[in-house]
């Protein structure tokens, strides 16, 4: 029953199933008035109208309540696959394959966009001194930031750990700067309370820039956008570094 409504559909199995109870109450109607034959005629069909009304909804209620359950049910898991948790980002495979899409529309349409690759400076510090608890915090404060920050075509995902990288699509170089800017003022900005105790932390950004280039793979411009942010952490990090001219 649960997979035959997961492959049929929420309203497709709310169909079939009222469908089904009108039915079974005009044939429970019907052999109740051939077992009766005093019933006229007239109550005959007078029965055979309103019977329906009286028993679809006691029939199907329990199995219409199981459909929109499995439906919840099903919303969730999709979520789940999708969503990180903490930071209600994408997860790493959902933002793969959306800017990879992104990207090929880009290219296909000859449109500047960026990629960034940012990563919370000394974030094990953070789970070492104040807990992981604190770091999760850390972790979905940060996420609150990012989609305030963003615009509505922007993708951003959590990659793994403290790690996260954004598309920006028809995006040219200074305005992925003013994005990656806008993200360190708001974390300078943010504090997070350990037992009365404000907790601060930075990010450290690499910025790769498509201008019409030759790059033909999508991950290429990703393992840029690495590079430039393993740079911004060797010159001290809480900056951005960026790559251009791909």
């Known amino acids: 029953m649960n997979k035959f409504i997961l492959r049929m559909g929420v309203k497709k199995t709310v169909f079939i199933i009222t469908v089904v109870s009108v039915l079974v109450s005009i044939v429970v109607s019907i052999f109740v008035a051939m077992l009766v034959p005093s019933i006229s005629i007239k109550m005959t069909m007078l029965m055979s109208i309103l019977a329906p009304l009286l028993i679809a909804p006691l ?16 919303n969730e898991m999709r979520a789940l696959a999708t969503f990180d948790s903490l930071t209600k980002l994408l997860n790493r495979r959902a933002f793969l394959e959306r800017a990879e899409y992104a990207y090929t529309i880009a290219k296909r349409e000859k449109q500047n966009f960026c990629i960034l690759a940012a990563d919370m400076d000394l974030f094990k510090l953070i789970n070492d001194q104040y807990g992981h608890a604190t ?15 963003s615009r509505e075509s922007d993708i951003a ?45 930075t990010i450290s950004v690499g910025l790769a820039a498509f201008t019409g280039g030759n790059l033909s793979r999508f991950d290429a411009l990703l393992h840029f956008a690495d590079t430039a942010l393993y740079e911004a952490k060797k010159k001290g990090r809480n900056q951005t570094v960026k790559v251009v001219g791909l």
Do not use: C, M, W
Request: aromatic content about 14%.
């Open 59 to 74: 029939v199907s209620y329990p199995f219409v309540k199981l459909v929109f359950q499995l439906n919840a049910l099903e």
């Open 135 to 149: 770091g999760d915090q850390v972790l979905t404060v940060f996420g609150q930031i990012v989609k305030k920050v």
């Open 157 to 201: 995902g959590r990659i793994g750990g403290e790690e996260f990288s954004f598309f920006l699509p028809n995006t040219t170089i200074d305005e992925a700067e003013n994005f990656a800017n806008r993200l360190h003022h708001a974390v300078k900005e943010t504090s997070i309370d350990y037992r009365g105790i404000p907790i601060h932390f």
